[in-house]
């Protein structure tokens, strides 16, 4: 078993070993994590990585992933590196991939080919959906049509733009849709055509995100080839801080092993701090694993878990921990109670920076949503910071719900400690814009007419997942990516601000 | 569990797929390189003739063999570190459908056009739908960001061959493997440093030695070998090689 050295620093980091013989690519995540670590004590530590013996019969520990991929391939044993052909439970798809998925479906299998399984598919209409961009329109018109052909039991049409609400199955963003759908299930494999599907790894599934020829090939098959990937481990413990959320704390993860630092790897997490998350929280922490270049993520299921899935669905379902003995390529851990809020800088979500060393950073708006930000909690969040600071934000605060569900939360739901006052209320009270239609929004930037788009080359703090140039619209808008409590203090003082000035 | 047909998982797949396709698949650029000869690996009754169907790998697959050498000629467009796929394609542009002819000529006007200004040289110019520009020279974490297809198939779209990377994202890299669209190359150095826009090259993919050879700064570089995604990339992407698996009908069964 692995073994580690305290060092004197508030969080300990560990170096990844050099790679054993995966994809090259994986091995710049030495380099990275040693360029920004130079103040702290590295201390390099492996797990042993153990192979099958030759003749099969010694059984060796298997992480979560690998315990999955292995169901679902029907075996009895994988390691990492194996390519193997996977049974996968759901295959998810939106606007702006279903179109081409299912074209290549039919031109591989044929005009009249018929789905694997039309139940096991979900399509969910979430990204240009509020536009008048008539390619977007249609491609929602697309989707209706294939479902139709195809009998697919789930599809959250949207039929009237002009009202939201006028449309029942109407759900909003693909990746909070499908948890609270009940889509999202421990010891299962899901796939979706958008990168951000690993955030369902918070059920303790495999989740990652595939292209539309992928998904082409899974329509019609009900099967992909994958490789299975090694376990990155990440431990957090302590208490989590009041003024501290699951953004800052993948952030602070990206931050240390960059970009590419878990590239064709999973991200495991665990520790005493992720058993406190809610399900809202831990996807939140999944959801940012791609932008470590991570395979996916997971996080063990509990009774949270449990709990929530089973409050949504009755499909029954298995759920998986990792062995005592598995293998992991590296270990991380992290002591929580001394973590402070942070902010990913321009242009890279692995730009870390602590939010209260750029308080001089002038600000000129405000963005609150996307799968990332724009759930119930985190609208809770944002609104508890605005309720206690009894202030009006200096800049435009643009509120995007990510669902159905989530809007009418924040309209319905009192927020704690708020003498009765919802988040609605709250956020009418402090000058924010009117939260808008639920859908993934200005996140991406979209077409030209979407609202909160980045048009102009400004400075936005954004609860979203991705600040690369370009991301939210203009080129050369600059982008800071933070927790919902951050960009809530941000809108108050018209800077970037770390959340105590008003939480503590 | 590889041999099992999935007929059994689908039993709406037909024995044989010999109604043709919507016509006519779009050319993919990789059909320049034709192959050398045609095996009984027999795609016909799929398609209308003599395209292939979506992945361009599959006509490739027809002659290619690991040891065929390939070869891609032209105009080096050099690219920094983490060339995220919102500056590949931009966001605005995903309402193109990639397996929609028209929509996929599109997709190729607009690859790269996210790069900030700093990149003076455009990919593909204003107003133009192709590139002058046959490989892309990357740093690290090439195509990092979305999961779209879009981006590697608005690459292809435009006329790019090759993508000559240090690093690649996954699903960067798997869409490639996937579609066929531009063949994902990764280099030992970090030749983005070493090559200029506007440089002449040739990537010569052979059995273990493949390299890069700048004709301009008459500097060559070896390539890393493709790795687990090379079965795929031979057989033709990942429909032929599930045919070839025996994993979903081929054309040519009875």
């Known amino acids: ?504 | 569990m590889a041999a099992a047909s999935l007929r059994s998982v689908n039993p709406t797949l037909p024995r044989t797929l010999a109604s043709p396709t919507r016509s006519p698949p779009f050319q993919s650029p990789f059909l320049r390189f034709a192959p050398a000869s045609t095996t009984s690996f027999n795609l016909k009754p799929l398609v209308t003739a003599p395209a292939p169907s979506s992945s361009p790998f599959v006509t490739r697959s027809a002659a290619a063999s690991p040891q065929e050498r390939k070869t891609f000629h032209g105009l080096c467009y050099v690219v920094g570190d983490n060339i995220d796929t919102d500056q590949i394609i931009p966001a605005e542009f995903l309402t193109l459908v990639p397996s929609n002819p028209d929509e996929y000529q599109k997709l190729g006007s607009h690859a790269l056009v996210g790069l900030p200004a700093s990149y003076e040289d455009r990919f593909v110019e204003p107003g133009e739908t192709k590139t002058k520009y046959s490989i892309v020279i990357g740093g690290e974490n090439f195509g990092c960001g979305s999961s779209r297809e879009h981006a590697p198939v608005c690459l292809g779209a435009a006329g790019a061959k090759a993508v000559v990377a240090q690093s690649y994202a996954r699903i960067f890299f798997r869409n490639s493997v996937a579609t066929g669209e531009i063949y994902p190359l990764d280099s030992e150095v970090r030749v983005c440093d070493e090559c200029r826009t506007g440089d002449v090259a040739t990537v010569e993919l052979r059995e273990g030695d493949s390299v890069l050879i700048n004709h301009t700064t008459g500097k060559e570089y070896r390539l890393k070998a493709i790795g687990d995604a090379g079965p795929v990339i031979d057989a033709g992407g990942i429909f032929a090689y599930a045919r070839k698996a025996g994993m979903i009908p081929s054309a040519a069964a009875a």
């Open chain 1, 1 to 504: 078993m692995a073994s580690s050295v305290i060092s004197s620093s508030p969080f300990l980091c560990k170096s990844a070993q050099k790679d054993l013989g995966f994809p090259k690519s994986s091995q710049i995540s030495v380099h990275r994590c040693q360029k920004r670590a130079i103040s702290r004590k590295i201390v390099s530590v492996m797990a042993p990585q153990r192979s099958s013996s030759a003749t099969g019969s010694v059984k060796t520990g298997m992480t979560m992933t690998e315990k999955i991929l292995a169901k679902a391939a029907e075996k009895s044993q994988v390691v990492p590196g194996d390519n193997i052909w996977v049974n996968v439970d759901v295959l998810m798809t939106h606007d702006v991939c279903g179109p081409g998925a299912f074209g290549i479906f039919k031109r591989e299998f044929g005009e009249k080919a018929k789905v694997w399984d039309p139940e096991k598919i979900v399509v969910i209409p979430d990204h240009y959906i509020f536009t008048t961009d008539k390619r977007a329109n249609r491609n929602v018109d697309i989707m209706r049509e294939h479902c139709r052909e195809q009998n697919i039991k789930y599809f959250y049409d949207i039929t009237d733009l002009g009202d939201f609400r006028a449309n029942p199955d109407y759900k909003g963003v693909c990746h909070v849709a499908l948890a609270q759908e009940g889509h999202c299930r421990p010891g299962e494999v899901l796939l979706g055509t958008d990168s951000h599907t690993c955030t369902a790894g918070a059920f303790g599934q495999f989740a990652t995100g595939i292209g539309n020829t992928d998904a082409g090939f899974v329509l019609g098959t009900g099967k992909i080839l994958l490789k299975v990937p090694p376990t990155m481990r990440f431990i957090l413990d302590g208490e989590m801080p009041s003024y501290l959320q699951a953004k800052d704390l993948i952030l602070q993860i990206i931050g240390e092993i960059s970009v590419a630092g878990a590239t064709y790897k999973t991200m495991e997490f665990s520790g005493t701090t992720i058993e406190s998350l809610t399900m809202e929280e831990r996807m939140t922490l999944c959801n940012m694993v791609v932008e470590a270049g991570g395979k996916n993520g997971v996080i063990p299921p509990d009774a949270t878990t449990f709990n929530y899935v089973e409050n949504r669905t009755s499909v029954p379902f298995e759920p998986v921990y990792s062995d005592g003995n598995a293998s992991f390529i590296a270990d991380y851990r992290f002591d929580v109670s001394k973590l402070e809020p942070v902010v990913a800088k321009p242009h890279s979500p692995d730009n870390r920076a602590l939010a209260r060393e750029c308080k001089d950073v002038k600000i000129d708006r405000v963005y609150i949503g996307s799968c990332t930000g724009g759930k119930t909690e985190d609208f809770m969040a944002a609104a508890k910071l605005f309720h206690a600071a009894g202030k009006q934000v200096k800049v435009p605060t643009f509120l995007v719900p990510a669902t159905q569900k989530v809007w009418m939360d924040v309209y319905a739901l009192p927020v704690p400690g708020a003498g009765g006052k919802t988040c609605a209320q709250i956020f009418e009270e402090a000058g924010c814009d009117t939260p808008t239609s639920p859908s993934c929004g200005a996140c991406l930037g979209g077409p030209a007419d979407t609202y909160a788009r980045l048009n102009e080359p400004q400075v936005c703090v954004s609860t979203t997942n991705r600040n690369f140039p370009g991301r939210m619209g203009h080129k050369e808008g600059q982008i800071y990516l933070v927790s919902p409590y951050t960009a809530a203090a941000s809108a108050l003082t018209g800077h970037v601000t770390d959340p105590r000035e008003f939480l503590q």
